[in-house]
T-cell receptor
């Protein structure tokens, strides 16, 4: 285990469903991230939270809605997704205080399939 | 726009062969550079990183990378690969002014035959 836990590991959902992905970190980090990993494409940064405040939203469709209730938890709420949203969704955390980031710690990801 | 290029999409080597994976980035300012590895079915792990100082950095498992500022490159090397190095390798760049954000290349799949 990396200290960043993502649940569920696998999720199959219909296009009309509502589901949520959960990420939890026990590393005392103050920044958390959602990335989308699709085959043959670079990891796409979706959302950045620093000190529980969303600081970046990279033109992600509104059918993805993040939530960061505290510095240890990060959610990604999913609603009316499309088949092209099927991918591995990765959560990461880091300690970010303005000095160089010492890399991220990644979770194992949630493999999402939209049918 | 920030761009990280990994030109080799799939590399196939025999054990004991030498490895070099290319990584180029497009940002001209201060950067921090990273290589991550993802073994089959596992999470992304940090292999090595460069912030400043000696441009040749050593990482885990015998990997090293060299930062060449004039070429905007941060190539990953290993003198002699093993079957267990089979994995996907990702180069990542953090711009000096962007708090925390890492931008990744599309990855290089390395397959090592025993």
């Amino acid at each position: 285990e990396t200290g960043v836990t993502q649940t569920p590991r696998h999720l199959v959902m219909g296009m009309t469903n509502k589901k949520s992905l959960k990420c939890e970190q026990h590393l005392g980090h103050n920044a958390m991230y959602w990335y989308k990993q699709s085959a043959k494409k670079p990891l796409e940064l979706m959302f950045v939270y620093s000190l529980e405040e969303r600081v970046e939203n990279n033109s992600v469709p509104s059918r993805f809605s993040p939530e960061c209730p505290n510095s240890s938890h990060l959610f990604l709420h999913l609603h009316t997704l499309q088949p092209e949203d099927s991918a591995l969704y990765l959560c990461a955390s880091s300690q970010d205080n303005g000095t160089p980031v010492h890399g991220y710690t990644f979770g194992s990801g949630t493999r999402l399939t939209v049918v | 726009a920030q761009s990280v290029s990994q030109h080799n999409h799939h590399v196939i080597l025999s054990e004991a062969a030498s490895l070099e994976l290319g990584c180029n980035y497009s940002y001209g300012g201060t950067v921090n550079l990273f290589w991550y590895v993802q073994y089959p079915g596992q999470h992304l792990q940090l292999l090595l990183k460069y912030f400043s100082g000696d441009p040749l950095v050593k990482g885990i498992k015998g990997f090293e990378a060299e930062f060449i500022k004039s070429k905007f490159s941060f190539n990953l090397r290993k003198p002699s690969v093993q079957w267990s190095d089979t994995a996907e390798y990702f180069c990542a760049v953090r711009r000096g002014s962007t708090l925390g954000r890492l931008y990744f290349g599309r990855g290089t799949q390395l397959t090592v035959w025993p």
